[in-house]
């Protein structure tokens, strides 16, 4: 059940914005639909089932100086949501799509791919490692321990969503375009042996190679793979809006490339994009190039 052969999509929208603590990516899923992200998938051939927006409270106190764990208890109500409709959409046999959101979405969409993939593996875009935990974590926000909480690590609010048990192995993980390591982070990747595709290494090897190697990684005992590609992954000047951008990322082609030679291996059985913030966009810029990455993990081709 993957990207290429399975032509039915289910859109899901999480307008989350405590895990960045920062307002305006709650209004990503609105502005990738709005980029015409319905209209480019149905001319591929995909028949879509658009869920819309899971429900987020509005009304939350801010979060008190120093806290480790940002906006908690909410972020744990929507991704078990998240989660628990992840898992029903992939029981009919549907391609989950979720939209973003900040990072910390991914949590409820990979333990939700989980429950039907029990060896998954994922391919994380991403400037940063998102591999935090409230003993490492710098600023407290959850969008930064999003990839540590379905390995298994974190606060067990977060580890325990579809299940404690239910987690991704380290060895089937890899992440792309981090340019932005915190030092607990650093460490904590070297233990666990996670495979990480620096700026270096794609400057250094090109995008075709690390992309091989990357696929080779996630695909060799896994039963399918998950896409989390936070927009920004990319250089600011091809996507300024996004909440924590980090110059020196992936240039417009390079994630384009990326996305091109994933429907070509035909892996994907689940894909999330996160962290579009309008507010801060250029003239819908990002929100636009957040639409043609989508339209190239499906098989739009230049040609």
């Not at 549907?94 to 333990?111: E, M, Y």
């Not at 927009?231 to 091109?260: I, K, N, Q």
């Not at 579009?276 to 989508?294: S, Y």
Request: with cysteine; charged share 20%; hydrophobic share 40%.
């Amino acid at each position: 059940m993957n990207a290429v052969n399975n032509k039915n999509i289910s859109i899901i929208g999480v307008p989350l914005h405590y895990g960045a603590d920062r307002e305006g990516v709650d209004m990503g899923p609105g502005g990738i639909r709005g980029a015409n992200l319905h209209e480019r998938l149905s001319v591929l051939g995909y028949q879509l089932s658009d869920l819309g927006d899971l429900s987020v409270s509005r009304s939350l106190q801010p979060a008190k100086p120093g806290e480790k764990l940002k906006y908690l208890d909410e972020i744990v109500k929507v991704n078990r949501q998240l989660c628990d409709t992840v898992a029903e959409e992939m029981s009919k046999g549907q391609f989950p799509l979720v939209l973003g959101g900040d990072h910390s979405i991914a949590i409820g969409t990979i333990k939700g791919v989980l429950q039907h993939v029990k060896r998954l593996g994922v391919i994380w875009f991403d400037a940063h490692t998102d591999v935090n935990t409230e003993q490492t974590t710098g600023s407290g926000n959850i969008h930064g321990m999003s990839l540590a909480a379905p390995l298994g690590f974190g606060h067990q609010d977060l580890t325990s969503i579809g299940g404690a048990e239910t987690k991704l192995l380290p060895e089937n993980v890899v992440i792309i375009g981090a340019r932005s390591i915190d030092p607990g982070e650093r460490a904590f990747l070297k233990e666990k042996g996670i495979r990480v595709f620096t700026m270096h290494d794609i400057d250094r090897n090109g995008m075709k190679q690390v992309m091989e190697e990357a696929m080779d990684i996630v695909t060799n005992g896994t039963d399918g793979v998950h896409l989390s590609l936070d927009l920004d992954g990319m250089d600011p000047g091809d996507a300024p809006g996004v909440g924590t951008p980090v110059s020196g990322g992936m240039s417009y082609r390079e994630c384009h490339f990326a996305m091109e030679l994933l429907f070509e291996r035909d892996i994907l059985v689940s894909a999330e994009i996160v962290e579009l913030n309008p507010v801060l966009d250029q003239h819908n810029k990002t929100a636009n190039t957040a639409v043609e990455l989508i339209g190239s993990v499906f098989g739009e081709r230049i040609l």
